[in-house]
């Protein structure tokens, strides 16, 4: 098998078909399989799917997800199921154009020393002024607080070969950050500039909230240097209470007792009380992550899948 495609699908009952089209016209001439994965959608998307799949039995295999588990769920579950020297994850919402992946194969037949390809949208020509900033700022920072190198704006539509599939297999981790896992399995990467097309119908599934969550996570997953905050402002904080301590004492002996200063002691107050706050919530943020992962749970439950040979239809 030449190339494996994993498409995660959530709600997309209006690109099912288009996507399956686009990709059997651009790989009609490999031996391709199609992974679909179906996240819990509310809507038709599994009937869809299921017809695509009688359609195309010698190319479609579907997981059907029990309930929604999120892409980088869908990611996962579609690299443990693929089995090709090429596979590929693109969205199913025809925003990653499936000709590219022509390039990306390309690519790889000629370039031995290369792993993967990423493509990255660099000019993010359909994003709002605020999302940009917002998003770059987010590389910025990741990159400063992460030891795991993130290349601004790669997307997860991208390409391994079969060493790099084995290599994410082996990260066990519940909550996963793909972008995140991507970089830190490490391989030579080739970053190809490509165009981010309008959704052919549907809407997102991210909005600010969940982007700012996604970000968040991100950032708590690939970084332990929030917790270090605690430490450094602790310690500066003792050092000046310390030296004001003595001034105050020196300033004591000589002036005498002096009793104003209740603003500014409330102040102070507050202040400490609310670092304190910061510190045991970063703390809480990481404890509960080791909670949730130390629980062991799977990753996603499939509750069935079609064109597979443990097939439960
Ligand atoms: N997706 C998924 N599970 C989710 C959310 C999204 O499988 O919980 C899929 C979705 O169907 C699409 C891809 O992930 O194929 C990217 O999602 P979306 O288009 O909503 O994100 P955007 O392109 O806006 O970043
Ligand atoms: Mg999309």
Redesign the pocket.
Known sequence: MKLNVI??????EGNALLMHKALTDTLKDLKYELIF?N?GSKDKTYEMLKDIYANDKKHVKVINFSR?F??DA?IYAGLAHSNAKYTVIV???L?QNPKYLIDMMNFLDENDEYDAVAMVNEDRKKESGLVKVLKNGFYSFINILSDTKFKKGASDFRMFRKSVVEAILTLPENNRFSKGIFSWVGFKTKYMKYDVEE?HTGK???NIKSSFKYAWNGIINFSVKPLKVATVLGTLFSLFAFVYLIVILIKTLILGADVPGYPSLICVVLLLGGLNLMAVGILGEYVSKMYLEIKKRPIYVAKNKLGFDDDIL
């Open positions: 498409i995660p699908m959530y709600n997309e994965i996240d929604n999120g892409k869908a969205d199913g919402d925003q959704r997102s599934n991210f």
